[in-house]
């Protein structure tokens, strides 16, 4: 059992057992976090001998689960076992660690705070799930990778990313003042643990970071379970706790009171001020010409009709214009070609070239009404003339929200 926060001259030797080996554990993986990198060579050594031969990189190319964070892992866990072991066996008359456990439940609080803080704003202004682009609309269901899926089903909906970021704030803020840690830590267990099943079932590689989120939330919260269950459980009165503190002086505890006030506020303006202008400049770019997923109507190649068979590999099935001087193009097998897509709009032609190719094709534009368009040109010497219609709406996207439904509208 974790060892409550109220002050005892003397810890049981269970507690001080505890105590050592949470205490070792989560110092090495605070410090790893960080630093892990700078011990690459004994750590890949490590990693050797725990049947890590193949190449792998230190970054993770932004995954948090890459084989380098499991070396550490483990690493962490057989550093933690050998160093707490030592400390209890060779450390044994000392009755208490009053002052090593405030100090070190107040730094699980700061990395918490600083975890969800960041987490939840990055949701309150939908800068870490973005609304679904057209590639990803036009997407088949079953071609989402799990991931995907996710950050598609995250990314449609405001006020979900909403409510779930102030969740995470909510328990951040919390975790601030002594008095109310418990619920913070509470709250903040409570959507970690959501955060964790969703990086394990939809393959997220966020998992071990999640899951040490988890873990140390918990073990603030532990360190006041008894009167939770006397409480909630047991439904019996407790009494107040006489906390350890470090500094009793009036003056201290209430400049550390206003820090806190005056930092909290610098960093929710600073934050909210730079979100709204992340989640400003990601939803509202200038769209480029021709925005929006064109369906091929015909597509003539060298003077021959093609018709839309599915197996074809060639023939264009939506041309899909996102971003400035980019266009994806899906062909009729499913396959897609990313493209440089240049629009003249003096001359009306259009500069197309793929990636691997160095040579640009003209192509010249006629907007014969308003949503379809007319395409000539030639592409790798084949003479193209294509007439596209522009597809207006996606039922994802209309559908919007609705207060009563005679029937289920599950498409």
Known sequence: MIKSQEFSKEWTKKEIIVFKAVFTYFCFYIFLMFFSSFFETPFRWFGS?????????????????????????????????????????TDCNKKSYNKLFYWFIVVLRI???????????????????????????????GDFSPMGLAWTYMGHSKMFNVFVGAMEVLGGLLLIPRRTQTIGSFIVTGVMTHVLIMNLCFDIPVKLFSAHLVLMSLVIFLTDIK???????????VGAYKYYQPINNKKY?????????????????????????????????????????????????????????????KRWRYLIIQKKDKALVKYMNDKTESFYFSVDTISE?????????????????????????ELKGKIDNDSLHITLKKKDEFLL???????????????
């Open 49 to 89: 001998l725990l049947g890590f031969t193949y190449e792998y990189s230190v970054s993770g190319n932004g995954s948090g689960d890459n084989t380098y964070a499991f070396v550490t892992f483990y690493t962490t866990i057989v550093l933690s076992i050998l160093v707490s072991t030592i400390w209890i066996l």
């Open 111 to 141: 990395f918490l705070i600083c975890a969800m803080l960041l987490y939840g704003f990055v949701k309150i202004f939908k800068v870490q799930f973005p609304d679904p682009s057209l590639s990803k609309l036009m997407q088949p269901l």
């Open 227 to 237: 009167r939770f269950i006397n409480v909630f459980i047991m439904n019996k009165s």
């Open 253 to 313: 505890l209430k400049i550390i009171r206003i820090l806190k006030i005056v930092g909290l506020s610098i960093i929710i303006l600073g934050a909210s001020i730079f979100m709204f202008q992340a989640e400003r400049k990601l939803n509202n770019y200038k769209k480029p010409v021709f925005y929006g997923v064109w369906e091929t109507e015909y597509f003539i190649k060298n003077k021959d009709t093609l018709l839309p068979l599915i197996t074809d590999g």
């Open 349 to 373: 032609k259009i500069s197309f070239r793929s990636f691997e190719d160095k040579n640009n094709s003209i192509l010249k534009y006629t907007s014969i009404k308003p949503n379809f368009m």
């Open 397 to 411: 996207k209309s559908r919007g929200f609705n207060w009563i439904n005679e029937s289920p509208f599950n498409r």
